[in-house]
């Protein structure tokens, strides 16, 4: 077990009953002078022994125990977190991202350690299901630190286990309810719910990607055709015609370049493809009810893990909650077949990636592009959701490329085509921070790392970390800053935020959305040029 339980464990002892205490119970265990380390791991045996002794000692029954320590244990599991919490996160906030959390606090400093798996789902607005699965059975340990959670963020929850492994079942299972007041609560499957079981209730479409090229050519009745998809024509939404990573991507899915393309997803008629990921797949449909054109979202292969396809819902229904003008805007989230997907605008410009190769942007272009892209990340980042994949091809200009919208997110550690290739990381080389190189999951500070990447390629007309600064690892070489002269014509002020962006270690990364936001404002101004002008303003 995991060192910083047994410190908390210890902690709770000797501040609710003293030292003395903590020394018998030790004793008592037979591990009398035992020194704890919230770094190492001990052996479950000697934890338990402690464990007992302690419930001997107060004279409680275990459960009791466990649950008390865990209520103890969530503001101090948070303090462990330290940085890796958004500021404004709340409990739904941190669950929803609390196992990449939990992995990370504990394998930072042991990347052998084998936590418990705790993952959220939203199953609406106000509840959440919490899955708790560990051969250890600490389910009451997790029932109390969701109530501490609770506690910590002043919010009113109700935690209920619906499943537990000491019963039998196969995991335990909890629904945590926030209570408001005048909220009442009703049973019942809410609207969004009720669309997806109509969906589910059409015609399944066949799993595409479970077939060769040939056989889907050769059985008509799957109800799929057959698109042609040029390499590298994808990895994000690339709605201008133009192929953004072009010349480092390979979204070939298959041996050949034809990959399956279904007539419809629910009442959308799909119509060709936009883009391809590791794990994801964008249509362009129409939206027969409203006929409108949409870009659609699914997974690629019915064989993902089913708790990554529920991850997957479970973000789409939290963006779709979310109207920002810097973030692209979702319409529906549904499933068909067990397929999750989701809809959204369709976008039509020039995405960064390709206003970039066409030369440099004004100094007041780039900083009104780096605060839109700042705003609209941090609205996501207030929703709990982490985008995983900051890059300029997934940022779309409008015509007059004065404004700019955010997309392709990284649902569910979706890996794009030109992904690390390091197992388990998602995101794109050249943009990633150290720490999702070496396998962490990423918060919300590692996309302000890649957005600072971005910012210094705005302002130098350079990529800062260019593909050869990868070794077969996947480790990443911070390439010395280019003092280009377009970089040293911005103001010092902005270079020094940007670098400060750029930190490779987590905890000196620059990631506070105010300070970074008052310093672009203090730089940007109403000019009456165009964003597009290489002239830097004078």
């Given at each position: 077990m995991?060192?910083?339980i047994?410190?908390i464990?210890?902690?709770?002892i000797?501040q609710?009953y003293?030292?003395?205490?903590?020394?018998?119970?030790?004793?008592s265990?037979?591990?009398?002078?035992?020194?704890?380390?919230?770094i190492?791991t001990?052996p479950?045996e000697?934890?338990?022994?402690?464990?007992?002794?302690?419930?001997?000692h107060l004279?409680?029954?275990m459960?009791?125990a466990?649950e008390?320590v865990g209520?103890?244990?969530?503001?101090?599991?948070?303090?462990f977190s330290?940085?890796?919490l958004?500021?404004?996160?709340?409990?739904?906030e941190l669950?929803?991202n609390?196992e990449s959390l939990i992995h990370?606090t504990i394998?930072?400093?042991?990347?052998?350690?084998?936590?418990?798996?705790?993952?959220?789902f939203?199953l609406?607005e106000?509840?959440v299901q919490?899955?708790y699965?560990?051969?250890r059975?600490l389910c009451?340990?997790?029932?109390?630190?969701?109530?501490?959670l609770?506690?910590?963020?002043a919010e009113d929850?109700q935690v209920?286990?619906n499943?537990?492994?000491?019963k039998g079942d196969?995991f335990?299972t909890?629904?945590?309810t926030?209570?408001?007041a005048g909220?009442?609560?009703?049973g019942?499957?809410?609207?969004?719910?009720?669309?997806?079981a109509?969906?589910e209730?059409e015609?399944p479409?066949s799993?595409?990607?479970?077939m060769?090229?040939?056989?889907?050519?050769?059985?008509k009745?799957?109800?799929?055709?057959s698109a042609e998809?040029s390499s590298?024509?994808?990895?994000g939404?690339?709605?201008?015609g133009?192929?953004?990573d072009?010349k480092?991507?390979d979204?070939t899915?298959t041996?050949s370049?034809?990959?399956?393309l279904?007539k419809?997803?629910?009442?959308y008629s799909?119509?060709?493809?936009l883009?391809l990921?590791?794990?994801g797949?964008?249509y362009r449909g129409?939206?027969e009810t409203l006929?409108r054109?949409?870009?659609?979202?699914?997974?690629?292969?019915?064989?993902?893990d089913?708790t990554?396809?529920e991850?997957?819902l479970a973000e789409?229904?939290?963006?779709a909650?979310l109207?920002?003008?810097?973030?692209v805007?979702?319409?529906?989230v549904?499933k068909?077949?067990?397929r999750?997907?989701f809809?959204m605008?369709?976008?039509e410009?020039m995405?960064?990636?390709?206003?970039?190769?066409?030369?440099?942007l004004?100094?007041?272009?780039?900083l009104?592009?780096?605060k839109?892209?700042l705003?609209g990340?941090n609205?996501?980042?207030?929703?709990g959701?982490?985008?995983?994949d900051?890059?300029?091809g997934n940022v779309i200009?409008s015509s007059?490329l004065r404004?700019?919208?955010?997309?392709?997110f990284?649902?569910?550690?979706?890996?794009?085509?030109?992904?690390?290739?390091?197992?388990g990381?998602?995101?794109t080389?050249?943009?990633?921070?150290?720490e999702r190189?070496?396998?962490?999951?990423?918060?919300y500070?590692?996309?302000y790392f890649?957005?600072?990447c971005?910012a210094?390629?705005?302002?130098s007309g350079?990529m800062?970390?260019?593909?050869k600064h990868?070794?077969?690892d996947?480790?990443?070489?911070?390439k010395?800053i280019?003092d280009?002269?377009?970089?040293?014509?911005?103001?010092?002020?902005?270079?020094?935020l940007?670098?400060?962006?750029?930190k490779?270690d987590?905890?000196?990364?620059?990631?506070d959305?105010t300070?970074?936001s008052s310093?672009?404002?203090?730089?940007?101004t109403?000019?009456s040029h165009?964003?597009?002008?290489?002239?830097w303003?004078t």
């Amino acid at each position: 077990m995991h060192g910083s339980i047994c410190v908390i464990v210890k902690k709770f002892i000797e501040q609710n009953y003293g030292s003395v205490v903590w020394k018998d119970i030790l004793k008592s265990a037979g591990h009398e002078g035992l020194v704890l380390s919230p770094i190492q791991t001990y052996p479950d045996e000697a934890v338990f022994a402690i464990v007992g002794s302690a419930c001997e000692h107060l004279e409680i029954d275990m459960p009791t125990a466990l649950e008390a320590v865990g209520k103890f244990a969530a503001p101090e599991l948070i303090k462990f977190s330290r940085g890796m919490l958004h500021p404004e996160w709340k409990t739904f906030e941190l669950l929803g991202n609390i196992e990449s959390l939990i992995h990370r606090t504990i394998r930072i400093n042991n990347p052998d350690a084998e936590p418990a798996t705790i993952q959220a789902f939203e199953l609406s607005e106000n509840e959440v299901q919490v899955v708790y699965s560990s051969p250890r059975g600490l389910c009451a340990l997790a029932n109390g630190i969701l109530q501490g959670l609770g506690d910590y963020f002043a919010e009113d929850l109700q935690v209920v286990e619906n499943t537990c492994r000491h019963k039998g079942d196969p995991f335990c299972t909890f629904t945590v309810t926030k209570i408001e007041a005048g909220l009442t609560q009703s049973g019942g499957s809410s609207s969004e719910d009720a669309g997806d079981a109509d969906l589910e209730a059409e015609k399944p479409i066949s799993d595409p990607y479970a077939m060769t090229s040939d056989s889907i050519d050769a059985d008509k009745s799957t109800g799929m055709q057959s698109a042609e998809v040029s390499s590298g024509n994808g990895g994000g939404f690339v709605y201008d015609g133009r192929t953004d990573d072009s010349k480092k991507m390979d979204t070939t899915p298959t041996s050949s370049n034809v990959i399956p393309l279904p007539k419809r997803i629910g009442r959308y008629s799909i119509h060709e493809v936009l883009g391809l990921g590791g794990m994801g797949i964008v249509y362009r449909g129409i939206d027969e009810t409203l006929m409108r054109t949409v870009a659609i979202k699914t997974i690629k292969n019915m064989k993902t893990d089913s708790t990554k396809r529920e991850q997957f819902l479970a973000e789409a229904r939290k963006l779709a909650k979310l109207s920002h003008p810097n973030v692209v805007q979702i319409y529906d989230v549904g499933k068909i077949a067990q397929r999750p997907y989701f809809v959204m605008e369709y976008l039509e410009g020039m995405t960064l990636s390709s206003r970039l190769a066409r030369g440099p942007l004004s100094l007041n272009g780039a900083l009104r592009i780096f605060k839109q892209l700042l705003d609209g990340l941090n609205a996501i980042h207030r929703l709990g959701i982490v985008h995983r994949d900051i890059k300029p091809g997934n940022v779309i200009l409008s015509s007059d490329l004065r404004h700019c919208q955010l997309l392709d997110f990284g649902l569910a550690g979706d890996q794009s085509e030109n992904s690390s290739a390091t197992k388990g990381v998602s995101g794109t080389r050249g943009y990633l921070p150290p720490e999702r190189l070496k396998g962490f999951p990423g918060d919300y500070r590692s996309d302000y790392f890649s957005l600072g990447c971005v910012a210094y390629e705005m302002l130098s007309g350079l990529m800062l970390h260019q593909l050869k600064h990868f070794d077969n690892d996947n480790r990443l070489y911070l390439k010395m800053i280019d003092d280009t002269e377009q970089w040293l014509n911005a103001p010092k002020e902005l270079r020094e935020l940007v670098t400060g962006m750029l930190k490779p270690d987590p905890d000196q990364r620059e990631a506070d959305y105010t300070r970074i936001s008052s310093m672009i404002a203090l730089h940007l101004t109403d000019v009456s040029h165009s964003s597009d002008s290489s002239d830097w303003p004078t």
